[in-house]
């Protein structure tokens, strides 16, 4: 009887152990394939809606933006008012802040805590 308990219990051990050892490579997949396709996602979006506002101001920025963002914020707009904001930046504002809940809403996360769990040491 304490023998059978004993190889159970090593068994199960062993068990455990190796579907562990599997698990962070199946989460890291399905990180990969939410990744995957969110950015498709974003990018389809992002080719729909330049087509539809390309050239429109969207936007005005309450703030006159550095130099480096210009080219981002006033992208294919006409005029020097660099307060102008256009479709591109205002994409890549929503998108990022945006990103995490669609992932969400598509079902791509794992659930709540299994981040922690599967983490090797």
């Known amino acids: 009887s304490l023998s059978l308990s004993l190889s159970l219990s090593l068994s199960l051990s062993l068990s455990l152990s190796l579907s562990l050892s599997l698990s962070p490579r199946e989460l890291t997949m399905v990180k990969f394939k939410s990744?995957?396709?969110v950015g498709v996602t974003l990018i389809l979006l992002f080719s729909v809606l330049n087509s539809v506002f390309d050239g429109r101001v969207v936007a005005k920025i309450p703030f006159i933006p550095i130099n480096i963002v210009t080219g981002l914020t006033h992208?294919?707009?006409?005029?020097?008012?660099?307060?102008?904001?256009?479709?591109?930046?205002f994409y890549l504002l929503c998108s990022t802040s945006i990103r995490?809940?669609?992932?969400?809403?598509?079902?791509f996360t794992p659930p709540k805590g299994a981040s922690g769990v599967f983490e090797t040491k």
Do not use: P, Y
């Open 100 to 107: 995490s809940n669609l992932q969400k809403f598509l079902g």
């Open 35 to 37: 990744s995957a396709v």
């Open 75 to 89: 992208r294919n707009l006409i005029g020097s008012d660099m307060t102008d904001c256009s479709m591109a930046f």
